[in-house]
């Protein structure tokens, strides 16, 4: 039906090419609307043996990423180019002009969780941080237990 709905506002058209692996293409979320996401990881559906993507979306936390099936990538306008977007620091400012102080800075990094840059890091920590975030790319809970209780 998903599909249908697409085909009829001509926004989308299917395809028989795959997605590539760390490329950005329009995807639809749960919400129905188009985001820029990049594709993170391939992996084959055991119950409908279609192929699913996890996606991270653009400029979303992480907890909004998700596997979505091929029919919610838009595959017709192919891979998004990474633009120059607007600082959304700058945005935040709401069009008034300001110069940005390192308090300033400060606070939107706090309240925004920006992290260091690896460059920015003693090579520990950046080494560290490198190998946590190839692990923790991509979710893997199966299922959770509490105690004598299961929750899959």
Known sequence: MLEQQMAVNNEYTPSSIEPTLGSFYNVLMKDNTWQVAEIIQKRQNTDTKRAEYYVHYKEFN???DEWVSTDRINMSQGVIEDGNKDDPMLESLNGRERKVTRNLKRRHDEINHIQK???????????????????TKVKYIDKIQIGKYEID
């Open 117 to 135: 840059s690896y460059d920015e890091m003693d090579p520990t920590t950046a080494a560290l941080e490198k190998e946590h975030e190839a692990l």
């Open 62 to 64: 992480r907890r909004m």
